[in-house]
């Protein structure tokens, strides 16, 4: 089985500071995600990345930034953190084409405060 | 812009029932329908992949139909059980970028 992987479940932090969440998948996927998710407001995808060093901004790709640097690792980075800021961020991944279906991980619940 | 819509938001059924979730899409160009599962802070499942060659999918009490010429996909669950409470989501991939876009769910309840 797919097994998609976030660092932690829950975050706290305070306004201005620089965050990282970590997302690792262990079965060899080219493409990685990650989303946001509000109530109301869905699923929005900030990044993706079908490569090692490769990235593409989504459709909130703004106040965040994105690294690969391993195909297994997909890094989502909140500069100076926000309120506007908290929220579930969901990380997927999905095999060669984007036609594949994507796999989630569990989901980081973040309150920047 | 691609808009897929989820109606209704909410529904609540007896177990038992067979039931019909619906999502309709705008741009008919797509190259699949997925369908999710997401339970209360959790990450999303995925339940059924249909290609836009497809018409339906089924995996177990699940059935999933699309009509790309109306922009429509039902998503068909048979003889309910409490198990499958959870919200239900739809995603369309299209577009040159090859994004998903998500529907905003059906939040289903399966009373005992």
């Known amino acids: 089985d797919v097994k998609v992987t976030q660092s932690s479940r829950y975050l706290v932090k305070r306004t201005g500071e620089k965050v990282f969440l970590e997302c690792v998948q262990d079965?060899?996927?080219?493409?990685m995600f990650w989303y946001r998710q509000d109530p109301g407001l869905g699923l929005r995808l900030i990044y993706f990345?079908?490569?090692?060093?490769?990235?593409e901004k989504g459709d909130i790709p703004e106040g965040y930034s994105v690294s690969r640097e391993k195909k297994e690792r997909f890094s989502l980075i909140l500069e100076s953190a926000s309120t506007n800021q908290t929220s579930m961020y969901l990380c997927?991944?999905?095999?060669?084409?984007?036609?594949?279906?994507?796999?989630f991980g569990p989901g980081t619940r973040l309150l920047v405060l | 812009k691609q808009e897929v819509t989820q109606i209704p938001a909410a529904l609540s059924v007896p177990e038992g029932e067979n039931l019909v979730l619906n999502c309709s899409f705008t741009?008919?160009?797509?190259?699949?329908l997925q369908w999710f599962r997401q339970d209360p802070g959790k990450g999303l499942t995925s339940l059924l992949l249909?290609?836009?060659?497809?018409r339906e999918q089924t995996s177990g009490r699940l059935n999933a139909s699309l009509d790309k010429s109306s922009g429509r996909s039902t998503l068909y669950i048979a003889a309910s059980q409490p198990g499958d409470s959870a919200t239900y989501l739809c995603?369309?991939?299209?577009?040159?970028?090859?994004?998903?876009?998500f529907g905003s769910g059906t939040q289903l309840t399966v009373l005992p």
């Open positions: 997927a991944s999905s095999l060669g084409t984007f036609q594949e279906t994507q796999y």
């Open positions: 079965m060899d996927h080219e493409n």
């Open positions: 990345s079908y490569d090692v060093k490769m990235k």
């Open positions: 741009d008919s160009a797509i190259y699949n």
């Open positions: 249909i290609q836009s060659s497809q």
């Open positions: 995603a369309a991939l299209a577009g040159s970028a090859r994004q998903l876009t």
